[in-house]
Structure formats: structure tokens, C-alpha cells
């Protein structure tokens, strides 16, 4: 479905890496000395650059991830055109989220500074044994296109799977949506 992406480096040679490392990890609640403890995400600056928010398994969490990357992104001063491709994205992973995989679901937003870009990651809690409601009432032509959208508006699009079990599927929009 993905193709998995670890080489991911920021303009500041590694920087990138290093908080994307630390988002990832602290999804599957690891501490750099390797001590698992309950996942918690802390509480961020406005200012910050990376931005992470808890949804809960709930069809209703895709409006509640828009709502939330909607008011960072004006926070943020990204352009309308991104601002719709980046809403578009996080509906799609959030969706797929809620119907394909088990709670829980977490929202990561990271905007890279000097490239411009937005790295959008949603944490699940890996496969569910069966489909959500909502995919379980349509007919196969109702629904499965939502990654075909993320691959063609997207600069890269990846998973990357958590020895918890938990996987975080992330996309990343470039400066000029495509």
C-alpha cells in the first residue's frame, strides 16, 4: 500500500530526521534510553513547527483533524492552494484511520521552515481485524480511492510500521501542491 521512507533528512542536514525520530517514538511510547512507558504527547507552543493531537476512533475525528490542522495552518500564514491539499490529506489518512485500522489515531503536523513543505503523519494502532461501518455499507466502487489522492497530490507518501504494532502513514506536500 505504502512504500516505507526511514531517509527523510531536513534542509538543516538531519534535523528532520531527528524530530521525526522523536514523533515516531514517542507514538510507540519508547524513551531515548529504550524504557517503554504510556504514550503522552505533550502539550505545544504555538510556535512550534511540530504539532501532534490525539482523535478519538470515531468517524467524527476526520472533521476534528480538519478543524485542527485548518486553525495551524492559518497559524502557520501556508498558502489557501496547500492549505486545501494539505485538509484533503489529513481527511484521507484520518478516514482510513478510523475504518481500517485500531485505536488509537494521532494527528502529526510538521511544517519544514526553509523547504516550505508539510509532513502530515496519522498513528493508528496497525490493521483492524475488519472493516469500519462506514466501508462495511458501501459497495467496492464507493470507496478505496482516497490513496490514489494522496499519491497524486502528494511530493512522497510512506509508512512506517512501530514494534508496538502501531504504524504511522504519513504524506508530505510540497510548497506547490500538485
Known amino acids: 500500500m505504502y512504500a516505507t521512507d526511514t531517509s527523510l533528512t531536513g534542509p538543516a542536514g538531519g534535523t528532520l ?13 519508547i524513551t531515548p534510553d529504550n524504557r517503554q512507558v504510556p504514550v503522552q504527547i505533550p502539550a505545544q507552543q504555538p510556535s512550534c513547527n511540530d504539532r501532534s493531537w490525539p482523535l478519538l476512533h470515531r468517524p467524527e475525528a476526520v472533521a476534528d483533524a480538519r478543524h485542527r490542522t485548518q486553525a495551524i495552518l492559518e497559524h502557520w500564514h501556508v498558502a489557501e492552494d496547500i492549505t486545501d491539499v494539505v485538509l484533503l490529506v489529513v481527511s484521507e489518512l484520518v ?16 511544517r519544514e ?32 480511492r482516497g490513496l490514489d489522492l494522496v499519491k497524486a497530490l502528494c511530493e512522497a ?11 504511522t502513514h504519513w504524506a508530505r506536500v510540497a510548497p506547490t501542491a500538485a
Not at 530526521?17 to 511510547?29: D, F, K, P, S, Y
Open 157 to 167: 507518501h510512506g509508512t512506517c510500521a512501530h514494534t508496538n504494532g502501531h504504524s
Open 95 to 110: 478516514t482510513n484511520a478510523v475504518e481500517h485500522a485500531l485505536a488509537p489515531v494521532v494527528l502529526h503536523l510538521h
Open 17 to 29: 530526521v531527528t524530530q521525526r525520530a522523536a514523533i515516531l517514538a514517542a507514538a510507540e511510547g
Open 113 to 144: 521552515r526553509a523547504e516550505h513543505r508539510i509532513w502530515i503523519g496519522v498513528t493508528d494502532g496497525g490493521p483492524a481485524p475488519r472493516d469500519g461501518a462506514w466501508t462495511r455499507s458501501c459497495s467496492h466502487d464507493e470507496h478505496g
